[in-house]
């Protein structure tokens, strides 16, 4: 085929071409409510209890990922954190809010138990891999900073803390990924 | 070819729907949406190698990272102009996008399967061709290829965009042009 040929066909490509699927219902959900927060309104955190919570597993995912093997308790076992007596849910949230919060704690609970019986998987991982995974959390780890630089500017911001709740659940998501990456048949079931 | 470049000023169809949407109405901004979504999915839909759900995904995020941009959009370059471009930069700029140039994988059945409106025809067969020839290019002759020759960027605007020197968008040029003749004469 000549170049004449083939710039011809390409300039006939269509322009525009529609999507499988309509994306405005994400779209709206991500951007109704920002820039609407009521002045004097309480500066409410619905991701903080979720975000230690996160926090802590994020710490183990790097331990297993980088470094030491586990982050264990000097009688070989994994320190479980006391979150839900520490972080309650204030009463001013919305039910759908708390049900929501509750909801991400039972994934932690779980995603946690998991990593328990993963161990230290990085060296049975492929190089790609762990070069994947570690994209990933480079990225998700470059949110969380906007983020978090964002709501400590607008901390009632609604669609601020929406997304927050978001990349939570994305890391949960993530660690539970990990935790089922073990080639050594240590995983348990919950 | 158009040009991408910013002209002076620009008042427009979308001029009173992107004042409105920056006041925050939802539905001016989803009337710009529907107005430019195709337009912004087939770039992106190209630019991730003909990844539907992928380039569905950076839709969705290019609309929303539009909205939160729309303040420092100052009416310099048509809105559609400034859309474009930085969809452009949310598919290139995307993770997953990156890890398939490592990976150079793709569900050409889906490839095969889309034309412009949807329907299969004689037509879309030479067309598709095409589609999967520019699919399975290397990623940044892909990217140079659908910003150059499909998107009317000049070799400037796409060093802008993708960080590569002009030299390199040219020779990036030449050998997709090359990749894809050889694959379409195979």
Redesign the interface.
Known sequence: ???QE??R?????????????D??P???S???G???VAPGSSPMRPWRPVAIAAGVLVAFAVGLLLGPKWLATPTGGVEMPQLAEQEQVPDQYTPSLSALLAATELEYQAAFREFMAVGDSRDSLAP?TV??IM??WE?MKQSETRLTDALMENPGNDFLNTRMMELRSRQLQFLQQIAALDHDSRRISI | MASWKADASYHDEDSDLVDSARE?D?IA??KL??RH???I??LL?RLSGGD?AL??DL??ES??RA??KLGSFRGESKFGTWLHRLSANVGLSD?RT??RR??HERDMTDATD?????ARDVVAG??MD??QAISKLPERARTV?VLY??EGYSHAEIAETTGMAIGSSKAQLHRA?KL??EN??S
């Open positions: 085929m000549k170049e083939l710039l066909q390409m300039a006939n490509l269509p322009k525009e071409i529609a999507p499988d699927h994306v405005w994400r779209v709206l991500r951007i109704e920002t820039g609407r790609l070069e994947k994209m990933s990225e | 925050g939802c901004f989803e949406y529907r979504r195709d337009r999915y087939a839909w539907s380039a569905e839709l969705q609309f929303v909205w939160q993770r990156r890890l490592v990976e889309r034309t412009a409106t949807g030479k067309r095409l589609e290829l020759d499909i042009r894809i003749r379409l004469d």
